[in-house]
């Protein structure tokens, strides 16, 4: 350590009692983290690049400090699933410094790491009051049975209103209205469900009957639209 002749000339002076750094929330404990390792956490971080175009949603199962499990989901970007692609091979087996400190191909994830980092070093992170944390593998948990993103698609305009094209229960096929042609209920595909009864053997359009539904008043409608077509 080199110092200064300044403070060479000083005379020591006890800097007084040390407590440590304050305690935060990790799997159902408190904890002084001191280091990266002392870090064990799951949770989300959200991340944009720098024209707004995309968006990246960055979960991460961290324990020990070194990253056991990522889930990458990127939206409005067609590059970004590239990108998300790649970051997925990254991620895992880094700590969490080191993945802090990584280019993560897409600014819009490498944003999300950094939230997601500044909410696991402050103690907010989901599994903060899980004793014993979330297994390796949770994250597929965010995904549901059919293992797709839960991606919500609405496109409106002044003129014509608006189009649901895509909802939490699936890919939107018809709208139905009602007489003054307000939005009453929607029928859907779930394609999760429709992939794994095709991979099955199921026919194809058997497989698509099967994982429709419908929501709402849909069969009080007065009209049914397709919501890409009319």
């Known amino acids: 350590m080199i110092y200064t002749k300044e403070v060479e000339n000083m005379c020591p002076v006890n800097k007084g009692a040390y407590h440590g750094p304050a305690p935060i929330p990790q799997e159902g404990k408190w904890t002084q983290v001191k280091e990266i390792s002392d870090i064990s956490a799951l949770t989300h ?10 968006a990246c949603k960055l979960t991460l199962n961290v324990k020990n400090g070194i990253i056991e499990e990522a889930l990458v989901e990127t939206i409005g970007c067609s590059g970004m699933t590239h990108s998300a692609a790649m970051a997925g091979e ?3 087996g880094k700590t969490l410094l080191e993945a802090l400190n ?3 191909v897409c600014d819009a994830i490498n944003t999300a790491m950094r939230e997601l980092f500044l909410k696991i070093v402050y103690g907010r992170s989901q599994s903060a009051f899980s004793e014993g944390g979330l297994a390796v593998g949770a994250g ?5 049975k059919g293992t797709r993103s839960q991606v919500g698609t609405i496109y409106s305009t002044k003129a ?5 094209l895509e909802l939490a229960e699936g890919y939107i096929t018809e709208v139905a209205l009602d007489e003054e042609n307000n939005i009453i209920g929607y029928k859907y595909v779930n394609i999760g469900k429709m992939m794994d009864a095709i991979k099955a053997g199921t026919d194809p359009m058997q ?3 099967k994982a429709s539904g419908k929501y709402g008043r849909f069969d ?3 009209k049914v639209i397709d919501p890409r077509q009319e």
């Open 140 to 144: 597929l948990e965010d995904l549901g």
């Open 102 to 104: 990584t280019d993560l």
């Open 220 to 222: 009080e409608a007065a």
């Open 160 to 164: 014509k209103g608006p189009r649901y």
């Open 45 to 54: 971080g959200v991340g944009w690049c720098a024209p707004q175009q995309g």
């Open 207 to 209: 497989a698509i009957e």
């Open 90 to 92: 990254i991620l895992i």
